[in-house]
């Protein structure tokens, strides 16, 4: 399992539990074994980063190990997130991001062939569909 499923979260104040720790870092491990230039932010669009959430649609995207992480951890704070108001979620997406970045995770889009790290805005819209789709698929 990716994740621990039962973990207690508080708010996106809490970091990344240690099971959750060590998958994104087994997949750090993988990538770097890859050829993947880790250093420049960029690696070939057939061997994207495994640990890394890729933008984009379809489902060799959504199936990325980094993604279907990405949205399991997403799960402990989909709960406060659907229930603050509107103008304070902003500040769940921006705490997520910044958790996510701080373990070397980052946000990736395709761009002329390549992977390029996108910006903060770009990660944090990414982050907010994915708890809105989250809400959406509680509801089916």
Known sequence: AWFHKHQAM?????????????????????DRSDDSDATS???????PPRHDILLGRGKPIQNHPGN???REY????SREYDESQRNLRRRILVKVREDLKSKGIRFLHERDGRWVECSAAEAEKTIGQAFRNQRRTKKE
Request: net charge negative; proline share 6%.
């Open 10 to 30: 508080e708010s996106p104040n809490t970091k990344l539990s240690e099971i959750e720790r060590q998958k994104w870092d087994e997949l750090r491990i993988e």
């Open 74 to 77: 997403l799960k402990q704070f």
């Open 68 to 70: 279907v992480c990405f």
């Open 41 to 47: 932010g960029y690696s070939s669009p057939a061997n």
